[in-house]
T-cell receptor, first 110, second 118 residues
């Protein structure tokens, strides 16, 4: 059974700081890994999708890496802004099942 | 813009009534859609997989008679919470995979529906 863990559970940083969110998974036989953002009371917004054959994906100030063999992914956010405050979820697609981590609640203080 | 639309975004109902939530894929067809439930400050819990033209697959512990799922077309799945009770109050989210290549796809999520049962 796939298990996904995200560390830290919560993170508070001053504006402008670069930060890293971590995601680990127990079964390396995955199709892809996806990072999402969720604002309070809202649905999920897809940020980055990394296929199992890829090592990283970039979108603007976001960079996600994938090390399938070690079961790890990181989401790097550069020059954080207050608007980045949200919960960030990683999800791993393996078999026919998508497994979510518990999320990291990020607060960027002005 | 949104590629998966969910409606209604919020609903308040009396105990004992039934509530229907719709999930539509807007610019792609989805033979499979997923329904999740999320409690405050918790991650998403998969409730069931909706399959177009056949019965839904429910996760262990989810009552199929309580949460009726219908996937009547390639762009629409509905979740009906029957005889709702206050403990059914939650945030319900649907998702639909858009196939990229082969057996991989990208998941898109609806905006979610907040159900409050009085």
């Amino acid at each position: 059974k796939q298990e996904v863990t995200q560390i830290p559970a919560a993170l508070s940083v001053p504006e402008g700081e670069n930060l890293v969110l971590n995601c680990s998974f127990t079964d390396s036989a995955i199709y892809n890994l996806q990072w999402f953002r969720q604002d309070p009371g809202k649905g999920l917004t897809s940020l980055l999708l990394i296929q199992s054959s890829q090592r990283e994906q970039t979108s603007g100030r976001l960079n996600a890496s994938l090390d399938k063999s070690s079961g790890r992914s990181t989401l790097y956010i550069a020059a954080s802004q207050p608007g980045d405050s949200a919960t960030y979820l990683c999800a791993v697609l393996s078999g026919s099942r998508l497994t979510f981590g518990e999320g990291t609640q990020l607060t960027v203080n002005p | 813009g949104a590629v998966v639309s969910q409606h209604p975004s919020w609903v308040i109902c009396k105990s004992g009534t039934s509530v229907k939530i719709e999930c539509r894929s807007l610019d792609f067809q989805a033979t499979t859609m997923f329904w999740y439930r999320q409690f405050p400050k918790q991650s998403l819990m998969l409730m069931a997989t909706s399959n177009e033209g056949s019965k839904a697959t429910y996760e262990q512990g989810v009552e199929k008679d309580k949460f009726l799922i219908n996937h009547a077309s390639l762009t629409l799945s509905t979740l009906t919470v029957t005889s709702a009770h206050p403990e059914d109050s939650s945030f319900y989210i649907c998702s639909a995979p858009r196939v990229l290549t082969g057996n991989t796809g990208e998941l898109f999520f609806g905006e979610g529906s907040r159900l409050t049962v009085l």
